[in-house]
């Protein structure tokens, strides 16, 4: 695939957003104008990376050039070829950058997220996975630099989670994680089973981007919010204020709690954060029907045989079911090296939507 036209095309889109972005008109209007700032951030990365794409090209045929000219078995020879193959990699890599940049944006891909992690079918086991689930989405994020803050958690009786919810916050935090929306499955000996025998257990985990202000609006009067005593381990003062939130939104039904902060108004802030980002998901899903349904079929509810993925712990192994990926690396996946997971998805998706993509063009 020749890139040559889209880079100019990009080149061509980039001098006419920052046009817009000097109009006077356009900086009354601060939506239109952050929404032109980030195409215009995205448009002189791909243009950047036309430029490398078109120098690495010009590269390549210097040396295969050079290559046709010299003996076959001369040192120059294999050296020159070692320079192609490096170069060929990297212009692999590029094409596939602006391969990306050829495809519309998801609007959300650069929002910070609500993680919603259920433990599923498997009891205690699937309360304790649900822990492991948490502490490795938190260890990726601190590799990555993100923040996270805890909104909501039921913990077990044995040190796991019936329930957790947190915010990640931090650059295109929604584009990496949004392929961890479904089952997640468990085989291991669990620590309550005295004979030895593996177990199946699972957990759900719900990727919500979150909502800014302006895509959501929420009257007061549609707020039911009660305050209680927070319970549960968190110092001295924690069961002595009213600190505790909870906020029903009367239009929908959804309850969201928040007992995280000692701050009452901190806990409320945090609640209507998570009711934003629920209240989008239900706005994007009413407005696309495929999305809903793929969301419907990502997210299931918890049975054994619904999985996107399964860490088998006798064989160190983890099972990503859509790409039939695995990998034998299960101790460093659970400690938040996710990578090697997340890169196969979205370099899957790209190419599922750069296919979609070319059929609809013009011949």
């Avoid at 916050?169 to 669990?190: A, F, I, M, T, W």
Wanted: glycine residues 6%; aromatic residues 4%; hydrophobic residues 35%.
């Amino acid at each position: 695939m020749d890139m040559k036209p889209y880079i100019e095309r990009f080149r061509q889109r980039l001098a006419e957003v920052e046009t817009a972005l000097g109009n006077p008109a356009v900086a009354a209007q601060p939506a239109r104008l952050q929404e032109l700032g980030r195409e215009y951030a995205r448009l002189k990365e791909l243009v950047s990376i036309g430029d490398a794409y078109l120098r690495t090209e010009q590269e390549l045929a210097r040396n295969r050039e050079l290559l046709a000219a010299e003996p076959a078995h001369s040192e120059l020879a294999g050296l020159i070829r070692e320079e192609i193959t490096r170069g060929e990699v990297e212009l692999d890599r590029l094409t596939r950058e602006l391969q990306r940049g050829l495809l519309p944006p998801d609007p959300a891909d650069h929002r910070n997220i609500v993680m919603e992690i259920r433990a599923g079918a498997g009891g205690q086991e699937a309360a304790l996975f649900a822990a492991d689930l948490f502490r490795m989405y938190n260890r990726y994020a601190e590799a990555r630099g993100w923040k996270t803050e805890t909104i909501d958690a039921s913990p077990s009786d044995l040190g796991g989670f019936k329930e957790v919810i947190f915010l990640i916050s931090g650059p295109d935090v929604y584009q990496r994680l949004k392929y961890e929306s479904g089952v997640h499955r468990v085989q291991r000996v669990p620590v309550t089973e005295a004979q030895g025998r593996i177990h199946t257990s699972t957990c759900t985990v719900a990727v919500l981007p979150e909502a800014e202000e302006v895509d959501v609006e929420i009257k007061p009067d549609e707020l039911e919010i009660t305050v209680s005593r927070a319970s549960g381990p968190g110092g001295q003062g924690v069961n002595t204020t009213d600190s505790a939130v909870q906020i029903l939104h009367k239009p929908t039904g959804m309850i969201v709690r928040c007992a995280d902060e000692r701050s009452q108004q901190k806990n409320k802030a945090k609640a209507l954060r998570v009711l934003r980002a629920r209240l989008l998901e239900a706005k994007r899903a009413e407005e696309n029907a495929k999305y809903a349904a793929q969301r419907r079929a990502q997210v299931g509810t918890g049975e054994r045989n619904e999985r996107i993925r399964t860490y088998n712990f006798p064989q160190n192994r983890v099972t990503d079911h859509r790409i039939e990926l695995t990998l034998y690396n299960l101790g460093a996946v659970l400690d938040g090296e996710l990578d090697p997971l997340i890169e196969p998805l979205i370099a899957h998706d790209l190419a599922r939507r750069l296919q979609e993509w070319i059929r609809t063009q013009p011949a």
